[in-house]
């Protein structure tokens, strides 16, 4: 079983939906949790950090579920400039590794 | 602030060559970690260095050794290449035992054939 799992996706959305991606993770004593974004061909970059209160930065609405080893990302109002791939990714050691999920891509349409 | 370089952006080896990446770390930062991303996936640990010594490893054989240098910037030295070996690897730098605040360079694109 992969430590941070993710549906691949593709997930087609036309513009302005509301769209909704999960992750679950494995090792429970994982203690940060992100989002990142990679753009084909580039490298990964920080959408947000997730917290166990839940978050929001704009659009963007990150959730944490300890118990259930589980991270959601909701983007509202979809925009072309959201299609990538959403990355979860846990840091689960004491230094910095960070575990990757395999990524869910989305693609929105006009 | 300089962020995260890495050179060369793209290479192509035969099977059973050797390769060396180089990536220099981000202004202040002291860390550098090595990942491996294969088309379609997402990137896996390779080894994180710290002080110039290698501070955590993950499932990849020996033939992948790495350096970082009294500037912190960092080499990835890949031997006896195989054709799995072919994907994207990127270099991110950091604090040490911080998991924010991580950036990561655009990657070097290696093909094995």
């Known amino acids: 079983r992969k430590e941070v799992e993710q549906d691949p996706g593709p997930f087609n959305v036309p513009e302005g939906a509301t769209v909704a991606f999960n992750c679950t993770y494995s090792n429970s004593a994982s203690q940060s949790f992100f989002w990142y974004r990679q753009d084909c061909r580039k490298e990964p970059k920080l959408l947000m950090s997730v917290y166990s209160s839940g978050n929001e930065d704009g659009r963007f609405t990150a959730q944490l579920n300890r118990a259930s080893q589980y991270i959601s990302l909701l983007i509202r109002d979809s925009k072309l400039s959201d299609s990538a791939t959403y990355l979860c990714v846990v840091n689960s050691d004491a230094g910095n590794m960070l575990t990757f999920g395999g990524g869910t891509r989305l693609m929105v349409k006009p | 602030e300089t962020g995260v370089t890495q050179s060369p952006t793209h290479l192509i080896k035969t099977r059973g060559q050797q390769v060396t990446l180089r990536c220099s770390s981000q202004?202040?930062?002291?860390?550098v970690s090595w990942y491996q991303q294969a088309l379609g996936q997402g990137p896996q640990f390779i080894f994180q260095?710290?002080?110039?010594?290698?501070?955590g490893r993950g499932n990849f054989p020996p033939r992948f050794s790495g350096l970082q240098f009294p500037n912190y910037s960092s080499e990835l030295n890949v031997n006896a290449l195989e054709l799995d070996d072919s994907a994207l690897y990127l270099c991110?730098?950091?604090?040490?035992?911080?998991?924010?605040?991580?950036?990561f360079g655009s990657g070097t694109r290696l093909t094995v054939v």
């Open positions: 991110a730098s950091s604090f040490y035992r911080s998991p924010y605040g991580y950036t």
């Open positions: 260095y710290y002080r110039e010594e290698e501070n």
């Open positions: 202004s202040g930062h002291n860390t």
